[in-house]
């Protein structure tokens, strides 16, 4: 399994596009490859050998659960239908036996992987996040606006002007050079009135207190 993660090309056509793979059949393929490589099936009419049709597929090979749209592999179902046929009447309950055992394992094994794969997606998620958030603080730093930046993101000013600050740093995606030109102007305009509501709130705070004393 560990090839999945050194490639995320479709490993029938080798097209890339980020394509997930599916845990269940132990497959990565795309969209396309996926219609000609598997078949999916009604969960109530499961397929059966046609060598012998008392055989459910399900006991056999890998499939994907009816939680996800049930299908299998066609060339599991061609590998262990070669393997059956040519095989005894007297040596196939054991060969049954062997891969009803070996499927309890690969079904665990899926549920593992998938949960392994969605704490690495977060993980990931939460990198370019904090990439993003770095790379915007570095960039109003540089412009003389540290501390606004923090109180802004806290207080989410940007809910009263034409954009949220809060929801721009949070994008779950790398900042471009493009998307930073074209909202510096605004995000230094909603600094600038950040950083003056800051100081009359400062000022009414002070007049406040001198009145309390005078008191």
């Keep these: 399994m560990g090839t999945f993660w050194r490639s995320d090309h479709c490993q029938d056509c080798g097209k890339s596009a980020d394509i997930p793979v599916d845990w269940d059949l132990r497959v990565r393929y795309c969209s396309e490859c996926e219609l000609t490589n598997t078949t999916k099936f009604d969960s109530d009419a499961p397929p059966r050998l046609v060598c012998d049709p008392s055989v459910d597929i399900r006991k056999l090979i890998a499939i994907r659960p009816p939680t996800f749209n049930p299908a299998f592999v066609n060339a599991d179902l061609i590998a ?17 036996d062997g891969r009803h055992r070996m499927l309890i394992d690969t079904r665990i094994h899926a549920r593992e992987c998938r949960e392994w794969a969605a704490r690495l997606a977060q993980f990931k998620r939460a990198a370019v996040k904090a990439g993003r958030k770095q790379a915007i603080e570095d960039k109003l730093i540089a412009l003389g606006w540290s501390e606004d930046s923090a109180k802004l993101y806290i207080a989410d000013y940007g809910r009263r002007s034409r954009f949220s ?11 471009t050079d493009a998307e930073w030109a074209e909202i510096q102007p605004d995000l230094q305009e909603l600094m600038a009135t950040t950083r003056a509501d800051a100081a009359s709130q400062a000022a009414k705070a002070v007049l406040l207190a001198d009145r309390t004393q005078a008191i």
């Design 165 to 175: 600050y809060r929801e721009f740093v949070d994008k779950c995606e790398p900042l």
């Design 80 to 96: 262990v239908t070669d393997a059956y046929e040519a095989m005894n009447a007297q040596e196939r309950p054991a060969y049954q």
